[in-house]
């Protein structure tokens, strides 16, 4: 299991004993990532921002009927946070490597301490 989705996991399950005390409105509270610039990523969307913590609205944002694109400038081995709404895959393209991305992943600080984000250059529909 990535990283990605065991952070998922363990949010999915704080979120559901948080819901369970105190309510759904407690729920969606406590998740760091609907309470910053996530919650402005679209259904069907993948958002990419430059800095961590998703911070306001999205540097830029992606959707597999788009195809396979270059990231722009800014976040080119430069993706400090995202959110997949969508299913797609990161690529880094020397050297070839790519990662794949399901609906409801996403990172805080994507490329901290050498992470995928200081890497990716390319977003596709599929790996």
Request: aromatic share 8%; with cysteine; hydrophobic share 35%.
């Amino acid at each position: 299991m990535t990283k990605t989705r065991a952070r998922i996991v363990g949010t999915l399950s704080v979120l559901m004993l948080t819901g369970s005390l105190f309510g759904a409105g407690s729920a969606a509270a406590a998740d760091g990532a609907e309470a910053n610039g996530a919650a402005d990523c679209g259904a069907n969307e993948i958002c990419f921002w430059a800095d961590n913590d998703m911070p306001g609205a999205p540097t830029w944002r992606w959707s597999p009927g788009s195809g396979t694109l270059n990231l722009p400038p800014e976040l080119h081995d430069n993706v400090g946070s995202f959110q997949a709404n969508a299913a797609g895959c990161f690529i880094d393209t020397d050297p070839s490597e790519k990662r794949g991305v399901i609906v409801g992943d996403y990172s805080n600080a994507y490329k901290d301490d050498g992470k995928f984000g200081s890497r990716i250059d390319q977003v596709a529909p599929g790996c």
